[in-house]
């Protein structure tokens, strides 16, 4: 199990940049970040293969959103320019999810995200 926790969360105009940064305790093949907003879906935003390097990214951010890795530091950013209103929402770091940009859930009562994942850090853009 992966240990992951996010920081770099906040509140900006549109327009603005943020960066998010997650610290990880172990070596995981993938990681990536996610983000859910009030009463929508989980969403996957970036993901990186930390094997190959290939990089995915949600159309809405591409272009706007980089995700790399300090492999020194074992952390894992995402640089957020550009940012709009409907950006704003919990992003949560995660890393050996079976894939992206669904989340898949346990099949048990707890229909708990699968992987390992932080507790999340709040964006939020404002207009």
């Known amino acids: 199990q992966v240990r992951l926790k996010e920081s770099g969360g906040g509140s900006v105009q549109a327009g603005g940049s943020l960066r998010l940064s997650c610290a990880a305790s172990g070596y995981p093949q993938i990681m990536g970040w996610f983000r859910q907003a009030p009463g929508k879906e989980r969403e996957g935003v970036a993901s990186?293969?930390?094997?190959?390097?290939?990089?995915k990214y949600a159309d809405s951010v591409k272009g706007r959103f980089t995700i790399s890795k300090d492999n020194a530091k074992n952390t894992l950013y995402l640089e957020m320019n550009n940012l709009k209103p409907e950006d704003t929402a919990m992003y949560y770091c995660a890393a050996d999810f079976p894939g992206f940009p669904d989340v898949a859930y346990t099949s048990d009562y707890e229909a708990a995200p699968v992987g390992d994942w932080g507790q999340g850090t709040q964006v939020t853009v404002s207009s």
């Open positions: 990186l293969d930390i094997i190959d390097g290939e990089t």
